[in-house]
């Protein structure tokens, strides 16, 4: 399995922005899939993006609720994957986790139950 940590949560206003990163250490994400979900207090875990390591292909959670705002990207040089979140909402506030699976397919990539690999979390708080 590959070891994963991500970075880059913090405490920010509304409208602001943050860079979330996963870098995977122990192998490369080369073959993978890495999704970024997020858990808010009391709530379920959520998927909110993932990227396919190979092609760069992208999805997004089919709610609005990340649609137009969040972008995933991937950097090669550095095996680290990125979550660009902007015109952030106290609705953003969670942990934001990373994970990698083998498993590519799209429709699975929304399950966290498809992960194997998942970092420590990162906090993410906005406020109003």
């Known amino acids: 399995q590959v070891q994963l940590v991500e970075s880059g949560g913090g405490l920010v206003q509304t409208g602001n922005s943050l860079r979330l990163s996963c870098a995977a250490s122990g192998r490369t994400f080369s073959g993978a899939a890495v999704g970024w979900f997020r858990q808010a207090p009391g709530k379920e875990r959520e998927f909110a993006a993932a990227?396919?390591?190979?092609?760069?292909?992208?999805?997004?959670a089919d709610s609005d609720s990340v649609k137009g705002r969040f972008t995933i990207s991937r950097d090669y040089a550095k095996n680290t994957v990125h979550l660009q979140m902007n015109s952030l909402k106290p609705e953003d506030t969670a942990v934001y986790y990373c994970a990698a699976t083998m498993f590519t397919s799209f429709p699975s990539l929304r399950h966290d139950s498809t992960y194997d690999s998942w970092g420590q979390g990162t906090q993410v708080t906005v406020s109003s």
């Open positions: 990227i396919r390591w190979s092609g760069g292909v992208t999805y997004y």
